[in-house]
């Protein structure tokens, strides 16, 4: 994500104000009986700041996704860390044996451009990972060469557009993918496999001019059989709120879906998520109670 740039007045005789405090997300850990009742629950949160980042200056992080992997929560994030050239988006990992106490263990995806939204899938044996690589105009897939640590670049599945927020899930017998052109167009993509080629839903784009309901705000789940995608709420205010819709019907051919009526998770008000939340990356446990990692944006703090 974007921050704005910091602006310095010059007065003659005075000193200059300092400047304002960049936006900072942090990331929290919320549970519940169903990815319609998440809820946050209590005395945990958040669970990783842009302060636990130890080998970096972060401004922030942000976009949590997780994979249970042997027994071990991993989670990938964006943290968004100063650089020569300004800030810039990495990919950070966090590790947790029970879901809700995390350590940071070190950025391990970085390239000259910004990287962000980390969503993380397994495929035939294989973990994979699609970041946001908006500013490159690209979607890109990466596989773990040496899990969690090492990732190495697999393809370029589709380019020439600045695709944000890449969701992919498998439904029917294809792979579908929903990104975002501009925080208010969703488009739709399919194919045979993650690593094949990639059309475009003869439906895409399915939303336009719609800033509360078309930017992905995290991972698409399966309830009742049926998939419910995640909406990040870039109106008025980027990043309030996410909303759910439920996919009632999906073809290469058809597509309809009907909203959930309540937000997903929204901002609380106070605390760590006073002002926002965007993605949620909900995951089903044994006995079906369900843990999911999720994104706040604190109150604004004056210098």
């Known amino acids: 994500m974007k921050l704005f740039k910091s602006l310095f007045s010059r007065t003659a005789g005075k000193p200059e104000p300092a400047p304002p405090q960049p936006d900072r997300w942090s990331i929290g850990i919320y549970t519940g009986d169903s990815v319609f009742n998440l809820r946050d629950p209590g005395d945990i949160n958040p669970v990783l700041t842009a302060d636990d ?32 050239d300004g800030p810039i988006g990495k990919i950070g990992l966090a590790v947790s044996g029970d879901g809700f106490n995390w350590a940071y263990r070190g950025m391990v995806l970085e390239e000259p451009f910004h990287l962000s939204y980390p ?30 640590f090492k990732w190495s670049f697999e393809k370029t599945l589709l380019r020439k557009r600045r695709f944000a927020d890449n969701s992919l899930f498998r439904f029917n017998g294809l792979w579908w993918m929903f990104t975002d052109s501009g925080n208010h167009t969703l488009r739709l993509y399919y194919s045979d496999s993650p690593l094949g080629k990639w059309k ?15 930017r992905p705000g995290g991972r698409v789940v399966m309830v009742d059989n049926r998939p419910v995608r995640f909406a990040q709420d870039a109106f008025p205010v980027y990043g309030s709120q996410v909303w759910g819709f439920k996919i009632t019907t999906l073809t290469p051919d058809t597509y309809e879906e009907v909203p959930v ?25 044994d006995g079906g109670s369900l843990l999911a990692c999720v994104d706040g944006l604190e109150e604004k703090k004056e210098r």
């Open 119 to 148: 969503y993380v899938f397994s495929f035939e044996k294989e973990i994979y990972m699609i970041p946001e690589t908006r500013s490159d105009r690209t979607i890109r897939l990466y596989k773990a060469t040496d899990f969690p």
């Open 261 to 285: 009526t309540e937000p997903i998770i929204k901002a609380t008000g106070s605390g760590w998520n006073a002002r926002g939340m965007h993605t949620v990356d909900p995951h089903i446990l």
């Open 200 to 214: 475009e839903h003869r439906k895409s784009p399915i939303l336009k001019r719609q800033a509360s309901f078309a």
């Open 53 to 84: 980042i130890n080998d970096e200056k972060a401004r922030l992080v942000a976009d949590p996704f997780m994979i249970n992997h042997e027994g071990t929560w991993y989670m990938f994030f964006e943290a968004e860390v100063e650089s020569d």
